[in-house]
C-alpha cells in the first residue's frame, strides 16, 4: 500500500477530492433536473427502474446505492407524481415491486438530454483507458471496508 510520506494523496485529501467531485455532479444534476421538479437523487432511482424494470423496493436500495427509507420515501414522491407505481410482487405477495410508468419513462427521457452535456464534459476530461481505470478505481474504493468489525470478545 503507498504511504503518504512518499508524495501519495493523504486519506483526507483523498477523502475530499471524491467529495468535491460528487458535489460538483449532484449540484449539477439537481440544477438540470430541478424544472421538471426533481431530484438528482430521484433521477437516479427512475433510471435505475428503466434499466432494471420492475423490481422490489429493497432490490431498488441495492441498485442505488441508498437506505431503505430514503427509498421509500422517494418512492412515495414518485408515485404521487405517477412517474412510477407500485404493485404487489409477482412471485412475493409481501414483498412490493416498483416500475416506471409512461409519464415516468418520458421524463426520464426529458431529464436524460437535460444532463447529457454533464456526462459529455466530464467524459471529455479524460481518454476511454483513463475513463475505464477511474471507473475501476473508484469500484475498489466502493469496496473497501472502512469500518472494520471489531473484535469479538469471549466470554467465559
Known amino acids: 500500500m503507498p504511504s503518504p510520506s512518499l508524495g501519495v494523496l493523504s486519506g483526507h485529501e483523498l477523502s475530499m477530492a471524491l467529495r468535491r467531485a460528487y458535489l460538483r455532479l449532484h449540484r449539477q444534476t439537481n440544477a438540470a433536473c430541478s424544472d421538471e421538479n426533481l431530484t438528482a437523487d430521484q433521477f437516479v432511482l427512475l433510471n435505475a427502474l428503466k434499466s432494471a424494470g420492475k423490481v422490489t423496493q429493497a432490490e431498488l436500495v441495492l441498485l442505488i ?4 427509507n430514503t427509498v421509500s420515501a422517494m418512492v412515495r414522491r414518485l408515485q404521487k407524481k405517477e412517474l412510477l407505481q ?3 410482487h409477482e412471485k412475493d405477495n409481501r414483498a412490493i415491486a416498483v416500475s ?3 409519464a415516468g419513462l418520458q421524463h426520464l427521457e426529458i431529464l436524460e438530454e437535460r444532463t ?3 456526462r459529455r464534459d466530464m467524459e471529455a476530461e479524460f481518454s476511454r483507458q483513463e475513463l475505464d481505470q477511474l471507473v ?3 469500484n475498489r474504493l466502493t469496496e473497501v471496508d472502512t469500518n472494520p468489525r471489531q473484535p469479538q470478545e469471549h466470554l467465559d
Open 65 to 68: 446505492n441508498s437506505d431503505a
Open 86 to 88: 407500485r404493485s404487489r
Open 100 to 102: 416506471l410508468t409512461p
Open 116 to 118: 447529457a452535456h454533464i
Open 136 to 138: 475501476d478505481l473508484l
